[in-house]
Structure formats: structure tokens, C-alpha cells
């Protein structure tokens, strides 16, 4: 076994993009889990697929919506149909020597009395324990399984691994670009309405000029070149900006490294419509240069709208 090392970051987004990642291992070592954290990375993940259609699957070439690149992540274990080790380490060996997508096996492993304890704790039947101990189930399984191990780019011990640590590991080690896997939302809100119980981050821009007592404004929105004019004229505006991209800039990969799918950054003013509103939109803008992938959203104008077509 040799431990696999994070593609070079020369590689192209298309070419890492070709890559089938095959995750077995021991029962109860957390495959499920591992699945579903390369799903959120970017990965179409496929759980207990029949050996028999696993290399029609790869033939059929690895496309996601529209015909775009997407890697995917195969489960298999003892309990999928048709597994046998000797067929699957055959198929493996064959896919590997093919010129076709990379390919990735993926060992998780874990200690046997701690995987007697989680079937225990979940009163879940190991595969191989229907007549005997549990513990002899998980002893027969590894013993059967030895050669994938042998055979694996990585081997993970989930043994004190805990879910999040496992994520972390996985995006490091497996994401195609560190941003793929999170969405960040940038919602902007009202003081008066109450904070948003889902801000990751939250931002005060009271401190900017309102366009609430200009008249003409007051009707308008964040969105409007008008308010965004009167914004951009005051002088504290460039400055606070530049500190916010200046703390994001390197914060952000952080949360990557958290394993966090969503990130909702919030800014707020007094009345949810203005100020707000226009430092949403430019932060949004200056994401996207970033390469984020963003969603924007404007809590309170939204309210507003609502309240002024029902005449409350």
C-alpha cells in the first residue's frame, strides 16, 4: 500500500475532474459517511453499485449535468451484489492499466473492538455476524478484504476520527478546488427585524451615510445607481471595504477546511434597504472575482415589497 499524495496544483480542473474514487473497507469504518462528504466536494457518489455494472458505469465516462466533467465516488463492500475480492481487485488492476479516468481506492479501516461498539450502539447486524459474534463477523470480513487494503492508494483509521476530522481530511486530500464543495451566501438585513439566526459572519454598516432622508432615494434600493452614488460618496466607505476583502481573503479557506458546505456572510443597516443592500451586492461581486460560488439575498427588502403591495 503507498498513501496517496493531493494531485499537483498544475493539474487542470478538467483532468482531476476524470476521476473515479472507489471507497471500501471494513463495515461500519464510516463509508457512508465518506460518501456523502465527497458529495458535498463536488463528487456524484454512488453507494453499494453491483460490481457487474461498475465497469459499465466507468465506460460511460464521468459527465455531470449539461455534459460537464464530475468525478464520482463508488461505495463498495462485502455486502454489495456480486462482490467478490478476487473480482474486484481484477477489475481494479484492469482499470488501472486502461487509459481511461484516474483511478482511486480508498480503504477505510478501523479497530475491532470500536467497530463492535458502533453496530452495538446502532443494534445494527453486522454483515458477516447473522450466526456468530459480532466480533468474529468484523475479524472474517477483514481477514476476507485484506488484499483491497493491500491494494489501496490510502488507507484512513476512522478509530478516533470523528466526523468532522474525516471531512477535513477528505477535502484536503480529494477536493478538486478547495471552494467547489461550499456555497456562501450574502443576505442583507434590517436591524429592526432582528439578526439572521443563520449568519456564519455579521457586518454593521450603520456607520455609512443613509440615503433614507434624501427623498429621492428613500423609495429605492441598494441596487439603484442612485442610492449606490450617494453610498459611494462617503469617504468611509473605500476603507471599510478594503479591510473587509483584506479579512475574508485569507478567513475563508479556513471555513473550507472546517468541512462547511453553506457560509452566509450578513450585513446589516437600519432599515434592511439601502446600505446594506449596496455593500451585499459589491461583497457578492467581489466573491465571484474570487471564484466563489454565490447566492444573494435581500432579507428585509423582500419584506418591504411585501408590506408595501399589502398596504400594511
Known sequence: MTDMTPAPASASLATLSDRIVLVTGLSGAGRTACLKALEDIGYEAIDNLPIGLLRLLIDGGCSGPGGRPRPIAIGVDIRTRDFEVERVTALIDQLRADSGPEIRLLFLDCDTEVLARRFTETRRR?????????????????QRIAPLRERADQVIDTTDLAPGDLRRRLWAEYALDPRQGVTITVLSFSYREGLPREADLVFDVRFLDNPHYDPALRPLDGRDAAV????????GLQPFFGHLTAMLGP??????????????????????????????????????????RVIVSHRDVERWESRQKSGI
Do not use: F, N
Request: aromatic letters at 8%; proline letters at 4%.
Open 126 to 142: 453486522h454483515p458477516l455476524a447473522a450466526d456468530r459474534p459480532v466480533i468474529d463477523g468484523i475479524e472474517l470480513e477483514r
Open 251 to 292: 478567513l475563508l479557506p479556513r471555513y473550507y477546511q472546517e468541512g462547511k458546505s453553506y457560509l452566509t456572510i450578513a450585513i446589516g443597516c437600519t432599515g434592511g434597504r439601502h446600505r446594506s443592500v449596496y455593500v451585499a451586492e459589491r461583497l457578492a461581486v467581489w466573491l465571484e472575482q474570487q471564484g466563489q
Open 228 to 235: 449606490a452614488a450617494h453610498i459611494e460618496g462617503d469617504s
